[in-house]
């Protein structure tokens, strides 16, 4: 008697454990799902990684069965009906979960307008009299809206940090009332509308949305003007290079950042490597480039390196393709 080895044909031997991986398949993806809305629904209050709210949304989904297992039979085992339950169960599970880690691990406020203003401009903190009004010309000007744009695009492209306006260089709270008289309607909301629609148009949408922006009162008001507030908008670092383009969107795509107290516009060999070194995961090459540039940065990493002559011309060729996109010429910054 002869065993027999393991057959192969056009249908499955064993449909029910193939039927079972799709099932977990299935679960995983319903968790996956159940966590990020409710990660999204309260990211205002909480922070949850990806994974975790997808294992807490597996861990729900296993409780849900356990229930479902008192309410249905085996002949209605994973039918619509008895996944439902278990997703409505897991729904709750994470919701719960959330508002402990919420509770126990609060997201940190913000420190008082006033009182940042008083720690002076750093690395990481910008004081700006106003966005858009030229107070030594006494009238509005686009220069001062570039500058509010340069500076966001660079903190974006370095740490992130926060950029108080309506602070004179003092940290003096003089508020945005020269700013307000310009708009249609002089309060918080109309300013928020038309900042965001500038850095949309000179930074890029996905950009303009990453800032968060809150308002206080002024405590050092400019006499003449209604309303006094100071805006302070906080910016988070960005997962790619931000540009800043020209007016309107045109003209040439720059790549600012933070050096120090400062805002510097890097050139286009200068450029390359920053974006190489801080975004490798934009380069698109070989991994055996990868691996040579992972090496050449740990050998390194205190002092300038030259990057593969691959990365450096995939990188060239992108930065020019961005200023050539917002029709830019071939010199100058990127």
Request: positive net charge; glycine residues 10%.
């Amino acid at each position: 008697m002869t065993a027999e080895g393991p057959r192969f044909g056009a249908t499955p031997q064993n449909p029910d454990l193939l039927r079972w991986i799709g099932i977990q398949v299935l679960l995983l993806v319903i968790a996956w799902v159940i966590g990020m809305v409710v990660r999204r629904l309260l990211a205002s209050r909480m922070t949850m990684s990806t994974a975790s709210a997808t294992l807490t949304g597996l861990g729900g989904l296993w409780g849900g069965l356990l229930v479902a297992g008192w309410i249905f039979s085996s002949s209605d085992m994973w039918r619509p009906a008895m996944i439902g339950v278990a997703a409505l169960v897991a729904l709750v599970v994470v919701v719960i979960v959330s508002l402990i880690v919420a509770y126990l691990h609060p997201r940190p406020g913000l420190d008082p307008i006033a009182e940042v203003a008083t720690r002076g401009e750093s690395d990481s903190l910008e004081f700006k009299s106003s966005a858009r009004w030229n107070m030594r010309a006494g009238k509005r000007d686009d220069a001062m809206e570039t500058v509010i744009a340069k500076t966001v695009a660079a903190f974006m492209n370095s740490g992130g940090g926060t950029l108080l306006i309506g602070v004179d260089d003092d940290g003096l709270l003089i508020g945005l009332g020269p700013d307000y008289a310009t708009l249609k309607t002089p309060d918080a909301d109309r300013f928020e509308l038309w900042i965001r629609d500038l850095w949309g148009q000179r930074l890029g949408t996905n950009a303009a949305a990453l800032p968060l922006l809150d308002f206080a009162e002024a405590t050092d008001p400019q006499e003449g003007y209604e309303r006094q507030e100071v805006c302070r908008v906080t910016i988070p670092p960005s997962t790619r290079p931000v540009y800043l383009k020209g007016p309107k969107g045109k003209g040439e795509a720059e790549l600012w950042v933070r050096v120090g107290n400062s805002t510097r516009r890097l050139d286009v060999t200068d450029a390359v490597q920053y974006v190489a070194m801080r975004w490798p995961e934009s380069v698109r090459v070989s991994p055996l480039t990868r691996i040579r540039l992972f090496l050449t940065m740990s050998r390194h990493r205190d002092t300038p390196t030259r990057l593969p002559r691959v990365v450096e011309r995939t990188l060239t060729e992108r930065l020019f393709s961005e200023r050539a996109r917002h029709g830019g010429g071939a010199s100058g910054g990127v």
